[in-house]
């Protein structure tokens, strides 16, 4: 999928300011684009995340914050949806969207979209930021599942790759290593 991501850190951002027509612009002359550094302060900056579906592909599903950081000099890692279709929130606790019951039946690969988007914008801090803490975040978007090619494949070619013995000869390869179908 070719979506259209963005990422800002600030500290010159404040609620509301993801619906600012302006935003972009005003981000980059008061913040760091994803891949630059942000002095940071005693509280956590504001991050900017806006995402962008495919317009070939599927609609979105969520919008994660993937955290890295050391904690006792262990190398560690937090994901955190920050984003959800709908008028759905993550779970204040749990940091996860609910379900958005999107769904792909594996025998035609017909999907059902269930909740989703075609875009994200979203202004996130962080609930465990720690200022003497070095991290890093990066976003993660994802898209409501689809069929793999490889089951694309198989279901043109009148395989069930769900079964071993159905398959021919040079196609092994149509199925996962389990021989299961596998959803992207």
């Known amino acids: 999928p070719r ?11 404040s609620p509301g300011d993801e619906n600012d027509p302006d935003v972009i612009r005003k981000t980059y002359s008061s ?6 550094e942000l002095q940071i302060r005693d509280t956590s900056p504001y991050f900017l995340a806006m995402a962008v579906a495919d317009p070939t592909s599927q609609p979105l599903q969520r919008l ?8 006792d000099g262990a190398p560690k890692e937090a994901v955190y949806d920050i984003a959800c279709p709908g ?6 606790s749990t940091y996860r969207c609910p379900e958005n019951g999107a769904k ?13 988007a075609k875009a994200f914008s979203v202004l996130w801090q962080d ?9 890093f975040y990066y976003i993660r978007v994802l ?30 390869g149509c199925c996962s290593s389990d021989h299961k179908p596998v959803i992207q």
């Open 143 to 172: 898209e409501n599942p689809s069929c793999r090619w490889s089951q694309m494949i198989c279901i043109e070619s009148g395989v069930q790759c769900d079964k071993p013995e159905s398959i021919p000869e040079g196609m092994e």
């Open 64 to 71: 994660q914050m993937i955290k890295g950081y050391v904690d």
């Open 31 to 36: 913040g760091k684009p994803m891949g630059g």
């Open 127 to 135: 609930p465990d930021f720690k200022k003497d803490s070095d991290a």
């Open 3 to 13: 979506m259209q991501v963005r990422l800002f850190a600030s500290y010159a951002l």
């Open 87 to 92: 008028n759905n929130q993550p779970n204040t």
């Open 104 to 116: 792909v039946n594996l025998s035609n690969c017909s999907t059902q979209p269930g909740t989703s």
